[in-house]
Every structure is written in structure tokens, then in C-alpha cells.
Nanobody, 115 residues
Framework: QVQLVESGGGLVQAGGSLRLSCAAS????????MNWYRQAPGKQRELVAA???????NYADSVKGRFTISRTNQKNAVNLQMNSLKPEDTAVYYC?????????WGRGTQVTVSS
């Protein structure tokens, strides 16, 4: 069974920081790339950051230099450290994994950045 559970969202002022975490089923976490997406009201869901099983990372241009994705192997968790947050970062953030061509999603965590 695929389980992804996000945590760590909240309300923060512009310039502040938040750390999101996604707890994944063990078998999923160890062998697959993990992704963070976000969806703002009225907009399409977009890829924010990705990390492979080997630790290679990739970021959307809009978050490069501000966000850092990482894995905590002991906890089967993938994290997203978000610094220098901007109001345009406001969105629901989702953890994602692709298994055998199928997308699996967590329920999401709300991030709201006030100006």
C-alpha cells in the first residue's frame, strides 16, 4: 500500500522559513525518486523539487537558491526546507512518487505566506 503523509505547513511572513516533511512507506522511499509539487488557487499543479534515490536534486527555477530538498533515510522521509518565502509561494504542497507509471500523492499541506 502506498502511503505519503505530509506535515509542516503553516502561515509565515514573507522572508520567513518553513520545513515540510513527507513520510513514505519504506519500500517506496528507498527505491524511488521523490517529488514535491504545489498547487496555488486557480493554477495548475507544478513540480517544485525532486530528489532521486541516489540523492541527485532538481528544482523549479522559481525556487532555486531558496528551497532545498533532502532525504532522511532513517525516517523514510523526504523534506523540503523553504527559506526566503514569498507570497507567491502560497499553495498546497504535495508529496509525490511515480511507481510503474502511476502517480501517487499525499493529501497535501497548506503553506501561506503573508506580505
Amino acid at each position: 500500500q502506498v502511503q505519503l503523509v505530509e506535515s509542516g505547513g503553516g502561515l509565515v511572513q514573507a522572508g520567513g522559513s518553513l520545513r515540510l516533511s513527507c513520510a513514505a512507506s519504506g519500500s517506496i522511499f528507498l527505491n524511488n525518486a521523490m517529488n514535491w509539487y504545489r498547487q496555488a488557487p486557480g493554477k495548475q499543479r507544478e513540480l517544485v523539487a525532486a530528489i532521486t534515490s541516489g540523492g541527485s536534486t532538481n528544482y523549479a527555477d522559481s525556487v532555486k537558491g531558496r528551497f532545498t530538498i533532502s532525504r532522511t533515510n532513517q525516517k523514510n522521509a523526504v523534506n523540503l526546507q523553504m527559506n526566503s518565502l514569498k507570497p507567491e509561494d502560497t499553495a498546497v504542497y504535495y508529496c509525490n512518487v511515480v511507481l510503474f507509471g502511476n502517480n501517487y500523492w499525499g493529501r497535501g499541506t497548506q503553506v501561506t505566506v503573508s506580505s
